[in-house]
């Protein structure tokens, strides 16, 4: 398994942008699907972006597709999330989480290493 710790969350206005980083620790960083996940407060947790362990394969959810960019640096075995153009409805606690598959996938159950997550806020 790896550690992971997400960093780079704050109070942006709406139309702003932030950048999410993801730090793990442990070993084969490049095999695991990494994927980004949010939880809006009493709402369940959604699925954001995913990328493949090369970083050849991404996924993203409709709400952020267009606005959102997640990629990967496997040699500082970080992920990241650019997020622009934000909304208020993009409020939440952001998640990172690590799958031992090849798979990008959206399922929350396949992900299994979590991040303590990083508070987004957006004021309108």
């Known amino acids: 398994q790896v550690q992971l710790a997400e960093s780079g969350g704050g109070l942006v206005q709406a139309g702003g942008s932030l950048r999410l980083s993801c730090a793990a620790s442990?070993?084969?960083?490049?095999?695991?699907?990494m994927g980004w996940f949010r939880q809006a407060p009493g709402k369940e947790r959604e699925f954001v972006a995913g990328?493949?362990?090369?970083?050849?394969?991404?996924r993203y959810a409709d709400s952020v597709q267009g606005r959102f960019t997640i990629s990967r640096d496997n040699a500082k075995s970080t992920v990241y999330l650019e997020m622009n153009s934000l909304k208020p409805e993009d409020t939440a606690v952001y998640f990172c989480?690590?799958?031992?598959?090849?798979?990008?996938?959206?399922?929350?159950?396949?992900?299994?290493?979590w991040g303590q997550g990083t508070q987004v806020t957006v004021s309108s």
């Open positions: 989480a690590a799958a031992p598959i090849a798979t990008v996938t959206s399922d929350s159950y396949t992900y299994k290493s």
């Open positions: 990328i493949s362990g090369s970083g050849g394969r991404k």
């Open positions: 442990g070993r084969s960083f490049s095999s695991y699907t």
